[in-house]
């Protein structure tokens, strides 16, 4: 039985990753096309910032939640 839960609790950090992974490439590709977009249209204000640091919270907040759980998400609970 603790390997059984051992073993969720290493395929739940696994999957908690590789969604975290998929959530900071789309952050990059996404706010890479809003900064050319911004350059190109409206180069006299620079708008692209706000949903960069919004969105960059977010990806500070998932990022540590995955890479430096709690005691609870070591159990599999949190994922």
Do not use: C
């Not at 204000?45 to 919004?54: D, E, M, S, T």
């Not at 430096?68 to 159990?75: G, M, R």
């Amino acid at each position: 039985m603790k390997n059984q839960k051992t073993q969720q609790t290493a395929l739940n950090r696994a999957k908690a990753k590789i969604e975290f992974r998929i959530h900071l490439i789309n952050y990059i590709i996404i706010n890479t096309l809003l900064a050319i977009i911004n350059l190109t249209l409206s180069p006299e204000y620079i708008w692209f910032k706000w949903p960069v640091l919004g969105w960059g919270i977010g990806i500070i907040l998932h990022g540590t939640k995955v890479h430096f759980p709690t005691n609870s998400s070591l159990k599999g609970e949190d994922y």
